[in-house]
């Protein structure tokens, strides 16, 4: 960077700008805008027991299109004596889902005890079983237990008739439709999908992979001269580097989630905890986004914030081929000493721009004129077949104007410089670079907003998926990837269910798809 280049950046920097938000863009939240809809505590909620909570989630058409409906063909096949249905079954494993316990047992306990009495009348578990043959109850308290199912009917549903992976696969479809009925009911939730979020959780497992050894540190063979593994069925990763960061190093699996500004969750996928968390993001942007977004206002344009471990050119691809513009950076906005050195050094590039010789960019992709004088503007739009665009603008008296259109132009050297990019080249899209011309660079204080929301959010996500649902809890008794799965989306289904029934008694807008917009309805009553 010349003196004069210098001069120049430090008067364009130095000009008061406010954050100016197009009209297509979700304005980004600020401190006290942010509401919970499924925290424990809400005013809202405080009347439902831990029984009407899962009522919730099991009378939405989404649960029962899908997990009703299944329940419904299992029930056909089975024995009419058993003593309980397939759903009565299913609500007792989400009641432990929302107790947060780790294990049926304490969730049994939890349930047939004193506490759970108003539990047990709204799950229907407060009725004996006598229609079962050779079932008898002689000792009236014991009546208490007798309509709970025990832990030997629970470990059967879960593992013989109702395996894991066929209710994973099921309540995977289930929260994608519980999204899209939560965003056609609730007008207020299909603004809240266009400021979305991303970021990845993992969950240690008490386990600790590896293989059988003898005393003296010889592996175990079998007879086939293989190594005897130590767990029979483990499906986890394992990051044992000391460069991995603490957070991120163990053994067990990882999930990223998707989330809105209030902390819902809208998208996840789980997997090995070594696997590349660009890779989840990719596939929900290419299989639920498109799903989610045909449920949001198609006349605005979304933005997704993500860590800088997403911002590749694939990412931004595909955020902006669904109408979401991607506001990730490369360089981080820590305090070490090592990213103030290499904020400094990307702010000291100069690179030329080809057709403007009077206009300038940094390493961060800002553009400045050479007299210092001109000012820039953002100009998102979508072109007709939903993609979304991020263009600058640039006027200035002096150096003339300016419009670069991002994933346009690509960095060229000797000199270094960036050129457009030619449609008859066929340039790959990893040298295509998508930050030129995309007007939430790092600096931008709307990028900045959108930022200081999904770290809130995110980690206030996190903070209640681990001390109420014990979700992320370290320590976690998983072995396979569908038992994780399965947790976590019975976990944010739950939440769904709950934000559903609290925008209804807060008194929000509530349409009904294919109608009119029916009278309100007296809320859910507490059980007798």
């Given at each position: 960077?010349?003196?004069?280049?210098?001069?120049?950046?430090?008067?364009?920097?130095?000009?008061?700008?406010?954050?100016?938000?197009?009209?297509q863009l979700p304005v980004a939240k600020g401190e006290g805008d942010v509401e919970v809809l499924y925290a424990k505590m809400r005013e809202e909620l405080k009347a439902l027991n831990d029984g009407d909570k899962v009522r919730l989630l099991m009378e939405t058409d989404a649960w029962e299109s899908t997990l009703g409906a299944r329940c419904d063909e299992l029930d056909a096949l089975a024995d009419s004596r058993r003593a309980y249905t397939h759903r009565e079954l299913e609500a007792a494993v989400l009641y432990q889902r929302l107790a947060g316990t780790r294990s049926y047992k304490a969730a049994h306990e939890k349930l047939t005890g004193f506490q759970g009495q108003f539990a047990r009348r709204a799950l229907g578990f407060d009725r004996p079983r006598d229609h079962v043959p050779n079932r008898r109850c002689d000792h009236e308290h014991n009546r208490n237990l007798d309509g709970v199912p025990s832990r030997s009917t629970i470990s059967r549903h879960i593992t013989e008739r109702?395996?894991?992976?066929?209710?994973?696969?099921?309540?995977?479809?289930?929260?994608?439709?519980?999204?899209?009925?939560?965003?056609?009911?609730?007008?207020?939730?299909?603004?809240?999908?266009?400021?979305?979020?991303?970021?990845?959780?993992?969950?240690?497992?008490?386990?600790?992979?590896?293989?059988?050894?003898?005393?003296?540190?010889?592996?175990?063979?079998?007879?086939?001269?293989?190594?005897?593994?130590?767990?029979?069925?483990?499906?986890?990763?394992?990051?044992?580097?000391?460069?991995?960061?603490?957070?991120?190093?163990?053994?067990?699996?990882?999930?990223?989630?998707?989330?809105?500004?209030?902390?819902?969750?809208?998208?996840?996928?789980?997997?090995?905890?070594?696997?590349?968390?660009?890779?989840?993001?990719?596939?929900?942007?290419?299989?639920?986004?498109?799903?989610?977004?045909?449920?949001?206002?198609?006349?605005?344009?979304?933005?997704?914030?993500?860590?800088?471990?997403?911002?590749?050119?694939?990412?931004?691809?595909?955020?902006?081929?669904?109408?979401?513009?991607?506001?990730?950076?490369?360089?981080?906005?820590?305090?070490?000493?090592?990213?103030?050195?290499?904020?400094?050094?990307?702010?000291?590039?100069?690179?030329?721009?080809?057709?403007?010789?009077?206009?300038?960019?940094?390493?961060?992709?800002?553009?400045?004129?050479?007299?210092?004088?001109?000012?820039?503007?953002?100009?998102?739009?979508?072109?007709?077949?939903?993609?979304?665009?991020?263009?600058?603008?640039?006027?200035?008296?002096?150096?003339?104007?300016?419009?670069?259109?991002?994933?346009?132009?690509?960095?060229?050297?000797?000199?270094?410089?960036?050129?457009?990019?030619?449609?008859?080249?066929?340039?790959?899209?990893?040298?295509?670079?998508?930050?030129?011309?995309?007007?939430?660079?790092?600096?931008?204080?709307?990028?900045?907003?959108?930022?200081?929301?999904?770290?809130?959010?995110?980690?206030?996500?996190?903070?209640?998926?681990?001390?109420?649902?014990?979700?992320?809890?370290?320590?976690?008794?998983?072995?396979?990837?569908?038992?994780?799965?399965?947790?976590?989306?019975?976990?944010?289904?739950?939440?769904?269910?709950?934000?559903?029934?609290?925008?209804?008694?807060?008194?929000?807008?509530?349409?009904?798809?294919?109608?009119?917009?029916?009278?309100?309805?007296?809320?859910?009553?507490?059980?007798?």
């Amino acid at each position: 960077m010349t003196d004069a280049e210098k001069a120049a950046y430090a008067r364009w920097q130095s000009k008061d700008r406010r954050a100016r938000y197009p009209r297509q863009l979700p304005v980004a939240k600020g401190e006290g805008d942010v509401e919970v809809l499924y925290a424990k505590m809400r005013e809202e909620l405080k009347a439902l027991n831990d029984g009407d909570k899962v009522r919730l989630l099991m009378e939405t058409d989404a649960w029962e299109s899908t997990l009703g409906a299944r329940c419904d063909e299992l029930d056909a096949l089975a024995d009419s004596r058993r003593a309980y249905t397939h759903r009565e079954l299913e609500a007792a494993v989400l009641y432990q889902r929302l107790a947060g316990t780790r294990s049926y047992k304490a969730a049994h306990e939890k349930l047939t005890g004193f506490q759970g009495q108003f539990a047990r009348r709204a799950l229907g578990f407060d009725r004996p079983r006598d229609h079962v043959p050779n079932r008898r109850c002689d000792h009236e308290h014991n009546r208490n237990l007798d309509g709970v199912p025990s832990r030997s009917t629970i470990s059967r549903h879960i593992t013989e008739r109702f395996p894991e992976h066929e209710r994973a696969e099921l309540y995977a479809e289930c929260f994608v439709k519980l999204v899209c009925e939560h965003a056609d009911r609730f007008p207020d939730f299909r603004d809240e999908l266009l400021t979305a979020g991303w970021d990845g959780s993992i969950h240690r497992s008490k386990y600790t992979p590896g293989w059988k050894k003898d005393r003296a540190g010889n592996y175990l063979l079998d007879q086939d001269g293989k190594r005897i593994p130590r767990l029979q069925e483990w499906e986890g990763g394992s990051r044992t580097s000391d460069k991995v960061p603490e957070s991120k190093r163990g053994h067990g699996f990882l999930t990223v989630t998707g989330h809105t500004a209030d902390a819902l969750p809208i998208a996840c996928r789980t997997g090995k905890l070594h696997e590349a968390e660009k890779n989840l993001v990719l596939d929900m942007l290419a299989t639920d986004m498109p799903v989610i977004r045909e449920h949001t206002d198609k006349t605005r344009i979304g933005v997704s914030t993500l860590d800088g471990v997403f911002a590749a050119p694939d990412v931004r691809r595909a955020h902006r081929l669904i109408g979401y513009l991607e506001n990730t950076h490369r360089v981080s906005s820590g305090t070490a000493d090592a990213t103030t050195r290499n904020l400094d050094r990307h702010r000291k590039l100069v690179f030329e721009i080809e057709g403007y010789p009077n206009w300038r960019a940094n390493g961060l992709r800002q553009l400045f004129c050479v007299c210092g004088q001109g000012d820039t503007f953002a100009r998102p739009g979508l072109n007709r077949y939903g993609e979304a665009t991020s263009a600058t603008e640039g006027h200035c008296p002096n150096c003339g104007p300016i419009h670069i259109t991002s994933g346009d132009w690509r960095r060229e050297k000797n000199p270094d410089r960036f050129v457009m990019v030619n449609p008859n080249d066929d340039v790959d899209i990893r040298r295509i670079d998508w930050m030129f011309g995309h007007f939430l660079h790092r600096d931008d204080k709307r990028s900045q907003a959108y930022g200081k929301n999904r770290y809130a959010q995110g980690e206030g996500l996190h903070g209640h998926a681990t001390t109420r649902f014990e979700l992320f809890a370290d320590d976690a008794p998983y072995k396979r990837i569908d038992q994780v799965r399965l947790h976590v989306l019975m976990t944010y289904c739950l939440m769904h269910g709950l934000a559903m029934e609290c925008r209804r008694r807060k008194g929000q807008t509530e349409v009904t798809p294919g109608g009119p917009p029916p009278a309100a309805s007296p809320p859910l009553a507490l059980a007798a």
